[in-house]
């Protein structure tokens, strides 16, 4: 298996360097040359499931019983034995289950494995890494705790100050690990993003750094995240057309839907990503220009995103795989602030069965209160966005939509929806007891390259 750049100007490399690298040399996101061909899941654990589906996407870099190691201790902590349970909120209708891990949400799912396998490769090779991380919420925390400790990696988080909810600070900020490093940024998501990715381009600083990236511009973290659609596949029957409603905001998740399908592990490529005030996807999947909108607050801000990373992915094989074309709209977005879609995008994402739902802050409230009233179930806001979207939805067969979070990372939230206070559950309540760590600076490429060059001056 060897993975080719989105922007079509680095070489080919294999699972293990496109893992360890996150960005592309040249700025692009690293793609498979070709998806692997695998034959729809069975019903087995999510864990044989895990190991059948990363080993295609490995080839010959990581052995298979490696491989099961990494899963197995990856996904020993989940609270639910099937990691990501399918449960029925009506007839035909199901939520995906993927707040089970140790931080309370889906980033978990992905985050655990990546933690393992590079401390597994440093390991092997003796080598130590930096891994940046930009997030709108969630991604930080699962981060954070999944390489807490880590012998072998810091790791330092850009988030944007304000724009994530207190809980879901508190999961990235009270690890009490000396390896993790925290900067709050006076800005949008948007604006860590971009940070993140200009500093991984700067070749210089990325090698002095040791520098690597786990957004889910990182391959290894859409790889992991289409093991749980395949799942849910597998236990609704492997023959049955799907509907995924997939809340989004940087659009990894969905992304691994398609990812999925391509490998044939669905049997149909139905996806609905759910957006809220921020609908970028929307707007890109209609065909409208590449921009970089002013991000708005909503209820669900880890979807609180204007320009969705893995949008490039969607867009490299929508151009028939031309990493120019692709390169040259993200060049032209970078000078002017927008770019014009490829002609011909727009029809081949709604061939492919890609459609959008927008969902405002008064329905997924509306979403909240009537979940509860029908299911006694509290959900958080970013799954309502989702359940909303999936109410609109007819569809021939079964609906899967994904419930991203535990509503108990968006406690305020929850109270002002339903009048009900609601805590952190067991397994959790360690991050409540330790104080939280982190810095305030300006969104600004220098001061992060400063402090991460202090913060590895100071590991020699």
């Known amino acids: 298996m060897k993975y080719i750049s989105t922007r079509g100007n680095a070489a080919a490399v294999d699972f293990v360097s496109a893992s360890l690298t996150g960005l592309a040399p040249d700025g692009g996101l690293f793609c498979p040359v070709a998806y692997p061909a695998l034959s729809p899941a069975k019903p087995a654990t999510y864990v044989d499931t895990a ?20 899963c197995e201790r990856a996904y020993a902590p989940f609270a639910h034995q099937s990691v990501a349970p399918l449960v029925e909120v009506g007839p035909d209708r199901w939520m995906l289950e993927l707040h089970h891990g ?75 690990a000396d390896n993790v490093l925290n900067l709050a940024l006076e800005g949008d998501f948007d604006g860590t993003q971009a940070i993140l990715k200009q500093l991984l381009a700067d070749d210089q600083f990325r090698r002095r750094a040791g520098l690597a990236a786990v957004n889910s511009i990182n391959w290894t973290r859409v790889a992991a995240q289409s093991v749980y659609f395949a799942q849910a596949q597998a236990q609704l029957g492997e023959a049955r057309p799907v509907r995924f409603v997939v809340p989004t905001g940087n659009f990894g998740d969905a992304l691994a839907a398609y990812v999925a ?61 031309k990493g120019e074309a692709v390169a040259t709209a993200y060049a032209q977005l970078a000078e002017s602030g927008q770019a014009d879609l490829p002609a011909g995008a727009a029809a081949w994402f709604a061939a492919q069965g890609f459609a959008a739902e927008r969902v405002s802050d008064a329905e997924t409230v509306d979403e909240m209160r009537r979940t509860l009233r029908e299911t006694g179930w509290i959900v958080c806001p970013h799954t309502a966005v989702g359940l909303a979207a999936a109410r609109r939805s007819e569809a021939d067969g079964p609906i899967v939509s994904l419930a991203t979070a535990h509503a108990a990372k968006f406690p305020e939230t929850v109270e002002r929806a339903l009048g009900l206070k609601i805590g952190l559950p067991d397994r959790a309540l360690e991050f409540a007891t330790r104080p939280e760590k982190f810095d305030i600076g300006p969104m600004s490429a220098d001061y992060v390259r400063q402090r991460i060059d202090s913060l590895v001056a100071g590991r020699r």
Not at 55 to 70: E, H, N, P, W
């Open 51 to 70: 190991v059948r589906v990363l080993s295609a996407f490995a080839g010959d870099a990581l052995d298979a019983k490696v491989i099961r190691g990494l």
């Open 102 to 176: 140790p931080t309370l949400a889906f980033k978990d799912v992905a985050m655990r494995l990546i933690a393992q396998l590079y401390d597994y490769l440093l390991e092997q090779r003796g080598e130590r890494m930096t891994i940046l991380c930009a997030t709108s919420g969630d991604t930080g925390g699962a981060a954070a705790s999944a390489f807490a400790g880590s012998k072998n990696v810091d790791i330092v988080i850009l988030h944007p100050l304000d724009r994530v909810s207190p809980t879901q600070r508190l999961f990235m900020t009270a690890t009490g």
């Open 261 to 321: 399908w391509r490998c044939g592990l669905l049997a149909k490529l139905d996806i609905v990503a759910a957006v809220n005030a921020n609908d970028a996807m929307a707007r890109l999947l209609s065909g409208e220009a590449l921009t970089k909108g002013r991000t708005a607050a909503t209820l669900s801000p880890a979807m609180d995103i204007q320009l969705p990373s893995n949008f490039e992915r969607l867009l490299f094989d929508a151009t028939g795989r």
